[in-house]
């Protein structure tokens, strides 16, 4: 037998796009090796280590926006500003809640320093989910970022709730991945591929058993993406793990896994949007589901952590409206929205999770809406974060989460998805009255405990607090720019992910995808070129942009204000505006 | 019959006994003792069908790690030869009988009428899932995801450990 | 003067900013590291600094401007675009010109003084670094509402300017009338909020609905550039729309610029620190409203019935608030209604169609106001944080510096001239206002020329306004009687004014039931918590002046402010006015829609309006004299029986402030249950319905929630089956066709 036949010549790999990736789990691996030889009572090497690591991530995730788009290691791997955004957005959740979890995890007597790794490896969990279009990535990626989060919700050993979360998640989880396992075998069965270009290429073939074996495999797929997004009906963990966790766990799991299982949905169904026909019907219903049933549970709950659950579940339906809204019709509507909304969801959801951790103290916490009377008189900065954070939550303008609901329910309503528009409304006008219900307790109620919860504001989660309220109404100042580089003036890297030249319908487990990004041969792929894209910071000459302006669809020229770009802002772009 | 067909038919056969005698045992550990003689002649069957690196992971996932965790259990539990299980009557052995009935009846009707079009496709080319062949994939285009599954392990074993290590002292 | 370019402009406003991430990342820790002698210098010199440089700044990109021809003085300039949604484009972008750069030298320059002061009068504070990183945001926030080029960045400073004052009056938040006086003004100001939103809505409304008609391709609906030169067009014939914004933008005027149904809140204001009170409820952010009426005014003149009512409200808000001062004793009190009425008369300016009036009298009113805050200041400073002007009297032996500059901002805000030679800043801008009031032309509403009534009102008010303020100068600085060192006070009498309310209120049967104890403005406390947070602060709150106190002339950080403030005050109306230069500043704009021959029109008989006006001052100073040059008369001594009727009336706020928070609190009950009776049936039903259906649906569905992991499972299952079944059926139906 000549096994030389199935030699592989090893694939050209483009170690930048993987480099986010590896700091963190890297600086995963240095925290726990310091946590083996760190002085018992401190745990501030791994902080500082862990946000060092994090802070160079986030760096070249940042050098490497306005880079063309495009996939490495033979697929497994993948560069576009979602996936450069994404990828920001964990590593920053990261970020802040490694700021304010120290104190917390000391006034709750769990002082593990095992965190801080298990933390930064399911940010790299969550980092690869989002920046793969290969289903095994996604499923890897995938159970870093759970397995992790199982153990994180465990943590605080002496408690029976947050050992039943830790397990209920476990258990939940552990079936929502054979589903998603079960969904990636069927489309391999059908595909031939583990690469999600191909489900379109198979579906071509307009065969009738691939075409029932990908409808399955999606179905599949989506019940185990929709368990770790949160969506009707796979959504009953997320309250009680929500609750049982530690806060910053909470906070973390609430954002962390959000985007990422987000970030995954949409990757999976951008795949497979050629089948839209039969899994649209199916999303609408689960998107009104996913609104309406915890908002209108939400208003029930006495403890906010509870409340911020049902509250992340309502946000993951809106989140699934923009991303219908794209799927829809995707040459009309870009992602950007839906990653907007991300971004600023992320940002409330960390700080408010933050503000939660100050009721912490001698081993006990305080979640209850009534432990949280008179925080305005204890803690006036910490009640003023919240009523901004509140107010983002709700929509209220000029913050963040105004611009992201009006942005999706635009969006919806462009793509013909009025119903789920009107829903969104409704469910925004519900969702005031448990959100208000929070400031309510924060600023009217008295405080009713003799010696109040929580002592000092720790600075770490003064700084959480305050960075995320900059972002939350500085991203709103900036929308424009940011939605403008996530549109990449170029609506092609987002519409079509970006395809790798080489692959055949026939591919199979040896064969191989090399498709270096740095060199991609314009004249076939234009979508891998992003004409005129090039942020101030980074020097145009760095990537010649490929002269391909006549590509631009409409909504380029759209994205100038007319004549008045003298500024120094994007709007300065070298690409004309028609 | 060539000898292929007689090997089959011998390996078939332990297989055969032995997974009915995983049910029909009243002791739990003889039970997995012999769902691990069971494990080891799929892991032969395959050998027999030429997938050596399918074979050698099934005897080192099935029969080594998850059987070694199975015997852990139940010997930490300390079950012995209880009866408890069987003696009660409640619906779940009629379900279980349902559910293998219909199992089998779905795969036995997939060989009698393949739903999908039937031997049209070509056999593997020899050397098809060998270790060699597999470990030119994974050491090349699958590297990336090799090593994040190291992470995964270790993400296994630091998580298991946190969560049963000693207690801290409050 | 260098010749520097406008695009410095985005220093102007970046400095403050900078400043402001200065002090709040860095100031506490300077402090704390270098102590409390070195680091406040350094602290107070980083807070200045960047104030003063954005004056001078300021001072070369105005020269600039004035050499453009006078029709192209309104250059517009991008930093980058903002929002962008549906077809409205709000870019980030700032607007050069006369009005915005007047505003914003007023802005930086009153307010580098005002920092340099506070440096003294803060010095010591605990929280320095506090305080100036609130006022340096707060600057920033008010060249943001001032220079933004569009509606949006003004209602973005708007809202910027109302924290930080809000920040500022609830400073020492430790003492609950502060946090009291603060949640009042930031609820108020909600109030005005909600008219400027409606207006700014129905603006775009307005513009998008007429985009293709008047063929506007840019969706910059809310920049001045694009819709000030197009409101005739869209108001054309609709003179009930032109009214209704007009009105509602008038509204949040009203909340801002402290006019009269909203003007509640600026006199509790006074409990933030004095430098606050100067800068913010006196020179600058007041003036917001007159400059929101100013940068609209095309929409104003467009509707001569908004304008009269605006008018009228100025002219009645002049009138009330100056009676009221004559009730209060607390000497910031009196500065607070006094501003409040000078507020009023700029509205009549803008009302009658005499913006630049408007525009002047916010200039010299800066001048004047920050003075004699300032000097107030200084005066409470001076005399151990006692404000009550009962306890004051011949100061100006003590305080020559301080009396002598408040003396000049008193002949300047009494209006006093020597006719056709010199008068003091306040002269020029009341003559203007009420030469363009009494001219006539153009608030006009059912055939009643409200602006001339304004007009006469106004006369009047300066009259009231020159006795007022004498009272409060004779009071304090003259007279023989040293009234601290008396012992006849009541032994702890603080909260001033407060407490007279509060006794005034006891006297009055009617009102005696409803009586909270202090917490008559209480939005948020309620008595048991009042009661148990007054106990807190008795001993915090006590400082009585020892009769033995020694008052001594402040340092000179706080007094080169008042000089200089001193010599604006004389000089600066008549530099403004001497050859109409402030005038030809403002106008032309481009954008009026008046005949520039009729908007600054004097009557006729100008010589005579001038002596009038000079007899009113005259008259009031005199009445004034007369009545307090012996020192405190009887009647407005310690014991408030014997106070007449009409100043207990006044220091009461003519009740106007009890009925409102009443009336918002607990007479709108009445209301309500007027309402109640009629609507119990339907709209109550239906609320209670709304909120029963969904509590109905919550309750069934947390059955659902049981917290059983095997349930939890199961419903997954059936979740998954649900999908997959569906998806069966599709398939079974692809397969058919």
């Known amino acids: 037998m000549n096994l030389d036949q199935f030699k592989v010549a090893p694939p050209s790999v483009d170690w930048i796009t993987l480099l986010p990736v590896i700091l963190v789990a890297s600086t995963g691996l240095v925290a726990l090796l310091i946590e083996m030889f760190r002085p018992k009572q401190t745990n501030v090497a791994i902080i500082w280590t862990s946000l060092i690591g994090l802070g160079v991530a986030a760096g070249s995730l940042i050098l490497q926006m306005g880079q063309p788009s495009g996939d490495t290691f033979a697929g497994m791997a993948l560069r576009d500003p979602a996936s450069l955004v994404l990828q920001l957005v964990l590593v920053g959740v990261c970020f802040f809640t490694f700021f304010f979890s120290e104190s917390y995890l000391r006034e709750r007597r769990i002082p593990f320093g095992e965190f801080y790794p298990l933390a930064l490896w399911s940010t790299a969990g969550g980092m690869i989910m989002v920046s793969t279009e290969n289903l095994l990535m996604l499923f890897i990626g995938l159970e870093v970022l759970s397995i992790s989060l199982y153990v994180m919700a465990g943590m605080a050993r002496q408690e029976s709730k947050s050992e039943e979360s830790a397990i209920k998640y476990f258990l939940l989880g552990a079936f929502a991945s054979a589903f998603l396992l079960y969904g990636i075998a069927l489309v391999y069965g059908a595909t031939g591929s583990l690469h999600l270009d191909q489900i379109a290429r198979a579906y071509a073939l307009n065969d009738g058993l691939t075409e029932k074996l990908l409808i399955f495999g999606v179905g599949f797929m989506l019940v185990g993406l929709g368990f770790k997004a949160a969506l009707v009906p796979f959504h009953q963990w997320a309250p009680d793990v929500y609750q049982g966790a530690p806060t910053n766990v909470t906070g973390f799991m609430a954002a962390a896994a959000k985007v990422a299982a987000i970030g995954a949905l949409y990757r999976v169904l951008s795949g497979a949007v050629d089948l839209s026909g039969t899994w649209m019907p199916l999303l609408i219903i689960i998107a009104i589901l996913t609104m309406t049933i915890p908002n209108l549970i939400a208003c029930q709950q006495k403890n906010v952590k509870r409340i911020l659950g049902y509250s992340s579940i309502a946000n993951a339906g809106y989140i699934l409206v923009g991303l219908l809204a794209h799927l829809q019709s995707p040459d009309k509507i870009g992602i950007e929205t839906t990653v907007f909304f991300l971004v600023s969801y992320a940002l409330v959801t960390i700080g408010m999770f933050a503000l939660l951790t100050l009721n912490a103290r001698d081993g006990k916490e305080g979640t209850e809406l009534s432990d949280f009377y008179g925080l305005w008189n204890r803690h006036p900065l910490a009640a003023g974060l919240m009523v901004l954070f509140v107010a983002s939550l709700i929509g209220i303008p000029i913050t963040g989460g105004f611009f992201a609901k009006l942005g999706i329910f635009n969006d919806a309503v462009n793509a013909g998805l009025t119903l789920l528009a009107i829903v969104l409304a409704i469910n925004s006008a519900i969702s005031c009255y448990y959100y208000l219900g929070i400031v309510r307790a924060a600023f009217v109620a008295e405080e009713t405990r003799p010696q109040p919860l929580g002592s000092t504001m720790p600075p770490g989660l003064r700084f959480t607090g305050i960075a995320c309220a900059v972002g939350v109404l500085g991203i709103s100042f900036f929308l424009t720019p940011i939605q403008a580089y996530l549109s990449g003036k170029d609506p092609n890297a987002w519409t079509n992910p970006p395809a790798t030249a080489s692959t055949g319908p026939s591919e199979n487990l040896s064969s191989s995808t090399t498709n270096p990004s740095p060199d991609p041969d314009p004249d076939q792929d234009p979508a891998l070129t992003n004409p005129g894209e090039a942020p101030p910071d980074q020097p145009p000459a760095d990537q010649p942009p490929v002269a391909e302006p006549d590509e631009q669809s409409p909504q380029e020229s759209s994205g100038e204000a007319a004549g008045e770009s003298e500024g120094t802002g994007p709007a300065a772009n070298p690409a004309p505006s028609r | ?170 | 003067m260098p010749n520097v370019p406008l695009e410095m402009i985005w220093w102007v406003l970046g400095l403050p900013l900078i400043g402001f991430l200065l002090q709040a990342f860095l100031g506490k820790k300077i402090i704390d590291t270098l102590g409390h002698r070195y680091g406040k210098k350094i602290v107070g010199t980083m807070a200045v600094l960047p104030i003063a440089a954005a004056f001078l700044l300021g001072i070369g990109i105005t020269a600039n401007l004035a050499q453009f021809p006078p029709g192209e003085r309104n250059v517009v300039l991008t930093l980058f675009s903002w929002i962008e949604i549906m077809s409205i484009k709000i870019p980030f972008e700032v607007v050069v010109d006369p009005l915005s750069m007047t505003m914003v030298l007023i802005i930086t320059g009153i307010g580098s003084l005002i920092h340099l002061y506070a440096t003294g009068y803060m010095g010591d504070e605990k929280d320095y670094s506090r305080f100036f990183t609130y006022l340096n945001l707060f600057i920033a926030c008010m060249l943001i509402l001032v220079l933004g080029n569009n509606l949006a960045l003004l209602f973005i400073g708007w809202e910027g300017v109302g924290v930080c004052s809000y920040l500022l009056i609830g400073f020492w938040f430790k003492d609950l009338n502060n946090s009291r006086a603060a949640n009042k003004a930031f609820i108020v100001n909600r109030i005005g909020d909600v008219g400027l939103t409606l207006g700014m809505f129905i603006l775009v409304l307005m513009m998008a609905g007429n985009a293709e008609r008047l063929g506007l391709t840019d969706g910059r609906w809310l920049s001045y550039d694009v819709l000030l030169p197009n409101m005739v067009e869209v108001f054309k014939d609709q003179p009930f729309l032109t009214a209704t914004v007009a009105l509602l933008l008038f509204v949040g005027a009203c909340g801002k610029s402290a006019q009269f149904p909203l003007y509640l809140w600026l006199p509790d204001a006074m409990a933030g620190p004095t430098p606050v009170s100067a800068l913010i409820h006196a020179a600058t952010m007041v003036t917001a409203g007159v400059f929101l009426l100013n940068r609209m005014s095309v929409l104003f003149e467009l509707s001569p019935f908004a304008s009269a009512i605006i008018a009228i409200i100025g002219a009645f808000t002049a009138l009330f608030a100056a009676l009221i001062a004559f009730g209060q004793t607390d000497i910031k009190k009196v500065l607070a209604y006094s501003t409040v009425s000078q507020l009023g008369f700029m509205f009549i300016a803008c009302g009658a169609g005499a913006y630049w009036a408007g525009m002047f009298h916010v200039t010299t009113h800066a001048f004047f106001k920050a003075l004699l805050f300032l000097g107030a200041g200084a005066v409470i400073y001076a005399m151990a944080h006692e404000q009550d002007m009962r306890k004051y009297g011949n100061l100006l032996k003590y305080l020559p510096i301080t009396g002598a500059c408040m003396l000049v901002a008193w002949v300047a805000i009494s209006g006093l001239a020597v006719p056709f030679l010199f008068g003091f800043a306040g002269f020029y801008s009341k003559e203007t206002i009420l030469g363009g009031a009494l001219a006539g032309q153009h608030a006009i509403a059912g055939g009643i020329n409200l602006g001339m009534i304004a007009g006469w009102v106004g006369l009047l008010v300066a009259m009231l306004t020159a006795f007022y303020m004498t009272r409060m100068t004779w009071m304090t600085f003259f007279g023989k009687q040293e009234r601290w060192r008396l012992a006849d006070g009541p032994s702890h009498d603080h909260g001033d004014s407060h407490h007279a309310d509060h006794e005034a209120h006891d006297e009055n049967a009617h009102h005696a039931h409803e009586d909270h104890g202090p917490d008559v403005h209480g939005f948020f406390y309620t008595e048991a918590e009042m009661a148990r947070r007054a106990e807190l602060e008795e001993h915090d709150h006590h400082h009585d002046i020892e009769p033995t106190h020694e008052p001594k002339e402040v340092g000179p950080a706080m007094w080169i402010p008042l000089a200089v403030l001193g010599v604006l005050s004389v000089i600066g109306g008549w530099f403004l006015y001497s050859g109409d230069r402030f005038k030809k500043w403002l106008y032309p704009n481009g954008l009026t829609v008046l005949p520039p021959e009729v908007v600054p029109k004097y009557p006729e008989w100008e010589t005579l309006l001038m002596f009038l006006s000079i007899g009113a001052a005259l008259a009031g100073v005199l009445l004034g004299w007369h009545f307090y040059k012996k020192g405190l008369p009887e009647r407005e001594g310690w014991d408030l029986a014997k106070w007449h009727p009409f100043r207990r009336a006044a220091a009461n706020q003519f009740h106007y402030d009890q009925k409102m928070v009443d009336g918002s609190l607990k007479g709108g009950a009445q209301l309500g249950e007027m309402l109640n009776r009629t609507d119990k049936g339907f709209i109550d039903g239906m609320v209670n319905g709304i909120a029963w259906l969904t509590g109905l649906f919550g309750n069934l569905l947390k059955r659902f929630q049981t917290g059983n992991v095997r349930w939890y499972a199961a419903m997954m299952l059936l979740g998954g089956i649900g999908v997959l079944g569906y998806l069966w059926w599709v398939a079974l139906k692809l397969g058919g066709a």
């Open chain 2, 1 to 170: 019959m060539t000898s292929a067909q007689i090997t089959f038919l011998i390996l078939a056969g332990i297989a055969a006994i032995s997974a009915i005698g995983v049910v029909a045992l009243n002791s739990p550990v003889r039970s997995a003792l012999v769902l691990v003689v069971n494990f080891f002649v799929l892991a032969f069957l395959y050998f027999s069908l030429g997938a050596q690196l399918l074979g050698i992971t099934q005897i080192l996932v099935y029969a080594g790690a998850i059987m070694v965790l199975f015997l852990f259990v139940i010997m930490l539990l300390n079950l012995g030869n209880t009866n408890s299980a069987i003696q009660k009557k409640d619906g779940k052995p009629l379900i279980g009988i349902i559910c293998g009935i219909g199992l089998f009846g779905l795969i036995a009707s997939q060989i009698i009428l393949p739903m999908g079009p039937r031997g049209q496709t070509a056999g593997a080319a020899p050397g098809y899932g060998s270790p060699q062949a597999v470990g030119y994939t994974l050491f090349t285009n699958y590297a990336w995801a090799f090593e994040i599954t190291s992470i995964l392990l270790l993400v296994g074993i630091v998580g298991s450990i946190l969560l049963a290590k000693r207690r801290l002292k409050s």
